[in-house]
Every structure is written in structure tokens, then in C-alpha cells.
């Protein structure tokens, strides 16, 4: 059975770096890609980042490029999130996601249930 | 970067009802298209891939169409279990979601 286990949400003052952890198990972790899609409280959702299976290639959505970085370490089968320069609008509870490839491009099938990331004062 | 619109941004309707939502894209993202369901509270799930690919598991009253720019997701007898918010997204390029749409109880 696929798991993903999200930790590290906390309440952070703005400027603040928190890092966030997927622990993934039930599949082969190295062979996937992982992202991280957020949701602000009430709001939609939002694709944050990205990272191929042998960790050469990250994405990252404009809103959190320059702030964030995606990594992860196929050894332990997790991917963080290490998010700096933090600000209000980067409240939302973070989802940690597998991807999986369909030929025409891919979806996310398996989803953590999220993290709660509070940025205030 | 391309955007994803989806409308209606709500929708009220009835158990049985059929219900249509669409998603337009920025600009062609040939069939690189999924839906996902999400209920309160909960993480989101996919029901449509690659425009019109079911998701394992999925119930077969949950159909997805289009290529390209315009894309439909058509729910054919709306359950009660289908009371909940819809999403797509492109994965063309990087990803974008739509805002999504509510399916109310009318």
C-alpha cells in the first residue's frame, strides 16, 4: 500500500525557513517523481514544485522560485520542501504527491494528507 | 506560464442530475489534462487522466473530453457522494490547477 507522510508544518514569523518532509513507502520511491501542491485555508489548489526520481531536475512554480528547494534523498525515501524567506500568503496546508506518468504527461495518484504551514507575526 | 479557468465556479444540482464542468486553457495543451475531486477536509483525487483516461477505480459515471484548449469533465447521475469540488490541471507544462468548481446540493 502506498503512504505518503508529510512533518515539519509549524507556525513561523515572516522572513522564517522551515523544512518540510515526505516519508514515502509502498512503492519503488527512486522510479517517481514527487511534487508538493499547497492549498491557502478556503482556497484552491496551487502546484508548488517538483523533482524527477534521480533528483537531477526540479521544478518550481513562480510564486516560490528563488525561495524554495526541492530535494530528496532516494536512500531514506523522502522529499523535502526547504522554504525560506517565508510570507503570509505561504499559509496552506502542503501536500506531498506521487507522480505518475501516462504518456500524456502525468497526475498525481497517491497524495500525503498534508502539513499546516502558518506564516504570521 | 499557462493558466487554467474552469467554469462554473459553482454549480447546484440534484441527486441524478448530469453536470458539466469545463476547463480552458492558455493555450494548447493537447490532451495534457487531469481531474481531480476533493472533499473538505480531505486530500484531492484523480478521476480523469490524459483528458479522457479513467482512473482506476473510478466510476464509470465520471467522463472527460477535449484537446487542446477546451476540456470537459461530465458527470453522467450525480450521486451523493459526488457533492464535492472539482479541479483540472494542465501538465504540459510544469503544472497549473484550475480555482475549481463546488458541486452543491440544489
Known amino acids: 500500500e502506498v503512504q505518503l507522510v508529510e512533518s515539519g508544518g509549524a507556525l513561523v514569523q515572516p522572513g522564517g525557513s522551515l523544512r518540510l518532509s515526505c516519508a514515502a513507502s509502498?512503492?519503488?520511491?527512486?522510479?517517481?517523481?514527487m511534487s508538493w501542491v499547497r492549498q491557502a485555508p478556503g482556497k484552491g489548489l496551487e502546484w508548488v514544485s517538483a523533482?524527477?526520481?534521480?533528483?537531477?531536475?526540479?521544478y518550481y512554480a513562480d510564486s516560490v522560485k528563488g525561495r524554495f528547494t526541492i530535494s530528496r534523498d532516494n536512500s531514506k525515501d523522502t522529499v523535502y520542501l526547504q522554504m525560506n524567506s517565508l510570507r503570509a500568503e505561504d499559509t496552506a496546508v502542503y501536500y506531498c504527491?506521487?507522480?505518475?506518468?501516462?504518456?500524456?504527461?502525468?497526475?498525481?495518484?497517491?497524495w500525503g494528507q498534508g502539513t499546516l504551514v502558518t506564516v504570521s507575526s | 506560464d499557462i493558466q487554467m479557468t474552469q467554469s462554473p465556479s459553482s454549480v447546484s444540482a440534484s441527486v441524478g442530475d448530469r453536470v458539466t464542468i469545463t476547463c480552458r486553457a492558455s493555450?494548447?495543451?493537447?490532451?495534457?489534462l487531469n481531474w481531480y475531486q476533493q472533499k473538505p477536509g480531505k486530500a484531492p483525487k484523480v478521476l480523469i487522466y490524459a483528458a479522457s483516461s479513467l482512473q482506476s477505480g473510478v466510476p464509470s459515471r465520471f467522463s472527460g473530453s477535449g484537446s487542446g484548449t477546451d476540456f470537459t469533465l461530465t458527470i453522467s447521475s450525480l450521486q451523493p457522494e459526488d457533492f464535492a469540488t472539482y479541479y483540472c490541471?494542465?501538465?504540459?507544462?510544469?503544472?497549473?490547477f484550475g480555482q475549481g468548481t463546488k458541486v452543491e446540493i440544489k
Open positions: 490541471q494542465q501538465s504540459y507544462s510544469t503544472r497549473t
Open positions: 509502498g512503492f519503488t520511491f527512486g522510479s517517481y517523481a
Open positions: 493555450q494548447s495543451i493537447g490532451n495534457y
Open positions: 523533482i524527477s526520481g534521480n533528483a537531477v531536475t526540479p
Open positions: 504527491a506521487k507522480d505518475y506518468y501516462s504518456g500524456s504527461g502525468s497526475f498525481h495518484d497517491y
